[in-house]
């Protein structure tokens, strides 16, 4: 394993996130998004995927917030916009049912060219190079660290002493470890689950005391930990997210 792509795992582990991949994947992100709102944009090679690709919802978003390379974005759009009408609008047409007639009776076929045409959109709309980049960039991630934890016992360490893994890093972690070793598996596993464990309970009980506090007879109790308990359940059920922000709670109750 080169140590380049060791680096970037440590450095994870090394610091304060609620979940280290999490770290990992919220910083290959922004690189990508650096990437795509930079000189990349105008290149050739580049415009040939996203004039094809576009980006996903949530990715577009991010590269509205940005607010950097508007004329490269609207470079792109346009022709992406061109490809889209181009490949999709026939399809609209071409879905429009014929009207039953006396002749012609009624026929079902309408109804599956609807939601061919319907299938065809939701699915040019999700296609999306930054998420393509982030899933196999991930993936590698997750191997890296298993291959760490087998191989460095100061990287073990770190792992079993991490906050938490969300659970959709943790399925990612799972399906790593079905490529190891058997035994291999039963050790990163174990520790895997113990370090689930240790944060998944006193989660739950931290969003109940969230609950309790709303009660006027727990008023004057301390919140403990539970004030942005709703955010880490968020963040711990679906990984890390903007719209997840903290100072969300502390406005709100
Ligand atoms: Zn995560
Ligand atoms: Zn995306």
Redesign the pocket.
Known sequence: MEKIYMIPVNDAYSSECDCPICCLRDKAEANELDYYLGPSLMEPDTRKITNKTG??P??LGKLNKREANRLGLGLMLHTHLKDLRDDIAPDIEASIPSKASLFKGRSSDYKTKLNQAADKIERRVAT?P??DKLNDSMMHSVEVICYMFLHDSEFKEKFIHAKSHCLPHTAMLLRAASKLSQNDAADFVAALYENNKKYFDPLIDDVEWFTLKFDYRNNDKPWGNSKNAIQRSMRFIASDRSDFDDKQTRNGK
């Open positions: 980006f996903c949530e990715h999306c930054i998420c």
